[in-house]
């Protein structure tokens, strides 16, 4: 079944649109995506690898758990849902990071991929129990930035990680300001 979700301007103003997620995707329609950022007591971050089976950056790395917000559901609502099913992790609260557009093409895609996306962190401990939903999630890793931001740099980018530079540097300089003993 097709998610239906929300239509947006570029700012994540809801237009009162709604369309099933293909049909945004086909036709390059803004609309809502959140990420969670998880980190350990260590200043390590959990990163999801993708599954083989996603259309978008398949196998590659992602942040700990990443979505898209459903018809009505709020940036918060739908970061905390999105931790729960791929990763089992149900916590009380999540700590707001940013938020911004991102519109880039994708290889075999006619129109461009154009989402607002609001990022969220938590902190838990490295020694948290997982339930990893698999038609989502290969696999997890705990990592520190430089490991990713060095495999990024000795191949593909996006072969390594699904999101560009320019997201990468800034969202981990505003992390850094909420849990400043992390070593970028």
């Known amino acids: 079944m097709d998610e239906l979700i929300d239509c947006t301007t570029k700012d994540g103003e809801l237009l009162g649109e709604v369309m ?32 083989a089976k996603k259309n978008l950056y398949p196998s590659t790395l992602d942040v700990a758990a990443a979505g898209h917000c459903a018809t009505g559901e709020e ?22 990071v940013r938020s911004l557009s991102l519109e880039y093409s994708v290889p075999g895609w006619k129109a461009p991929h154009r989402e607002h996306l609001t ?6 401990p490295h020694a948290t129990t997982l339930a990893i939903q698999n038609d989502e999630v290969e696999s997890v890793q705990w990592i520190t930035l430089a490991e990713l931001t060095e495999g990024c740099t000795q191949g593909a980018p996006r072969s390594v990680f699904c999101h560009t530079a320019e997201y990468l540097a800034p969202t981990a300089q505003q992390i850094q300001k909420i849990y400043s003993r992390i070593s970028l």
Not at 119 to 124: E, S, T
């Open 119 to 124: 990022v969220f962190v938590a902190q838990i």
């Open 20 to 51: 099933p997620k293909s049909l945004v995707h086909e036709r390059g329609v803004w609309h809502r995506c959140v990420h969670v950022w998880i980190v350990d007591e260590q200043g390590k971050f959990l990163f999801q690898r993708r599954s």
């Open 75 to 96: 940036p918060l609502d739908a970061a905390m849902r999105e931790l729960s099913e791929e990763l089992g992790i149900v916590l009380p609260s999540l700590t707001f």
